[in-house]
């Protein structure tokens, strides 16, 4: 497996559906990967440009819909299930993305915040939560302060390349396309935890 230039792994990941893939790139050597993802308590994301494409449509009665990936859904659920706190920090307040929130259960739900930073400070003092013990993802210039303020970056494929050369890891999908999903299983897998979780789904 080729390395990048700082000693991680640059895994090719774009089998099975295309779209959106790309190339994964980690900075992490494989070795901090794992010390970081085990010491993770949450995972925070970006909705709009992460969880959905970062297309938003208006309707003509009003409101707006977006596009959510089912298997970003299950992977919130799977890391959840491992244990892993799962929350958004998004700049709109949109009707659709709470209601997704409600539908995966969410541990924690910040909308309407523009002010990244700020916002990620007060979630992690309402819940008592160590910076250096969360994973984020983001894909545009306002999550900077999320991505730098956190333990373990990630960023989709397609996000600009101002936070792509901040992250810790770019995936090889994009947006709204399960890079949610990629996030999640590279750290249940960096935790030793995907195994498991595999087998349990075949113990049904």
């Known amino acids: 497996m080729p390395l990048d230039d700082h000693g991680g792994a640059e895994a090719d990941r774009t089998s099975g559906d295309a779209a959106g893939a790309a190339t994964q790139l980690c900075r992490l050597a494989a070795d901090e990967l794992e010390r970081r993802a085990r010491a993770i308590d949450w995972l925070v994301l970006d909705v709009d440009g992460v969880l959905t494409t970062g297309l938003v449509s208006y309707l003509s009665q009003g409101g707006e819909m977006l596009t959510f990936d089912i298997q970003d859904g299950q992977g919130i659920k799977l890391a959840q299930r491992a244990g892993i706190k799962v929350g958004v920090l998004s700049g709109r307040g949109s009707g659709a993305s709470r209601l997704r929130a409600e539908d995966l259960e969410l541990d924690a739900v910040v909308l309407g915040r523009s002010d990244k930073g700020r916002a990620f400070a007060e979630l992690c003092a309402r819940h008592d939560i160590d910076p250096s013990r969360v994973a984020a993802a983001g894909d545009d210039l306002q999550d900077l302060p999320l991505l730098l303020g956190c333990g373990l970056s ?51």
């Open 154 to 204: 990630f960023a989709p494929a397609d996000a600009v390349s101002e936070v792509r050369e901040a992250v810790d890891c770019v995936l090889s999908r994009a947006g709204g396309r399960r890079a949610v999903r990629e996030l999640i299983e590279l750290l249940l897998k960096a935790r030793g935890a995907w195994e498991e979780i595999v087998a349990s789904f075949r113990r049904q």
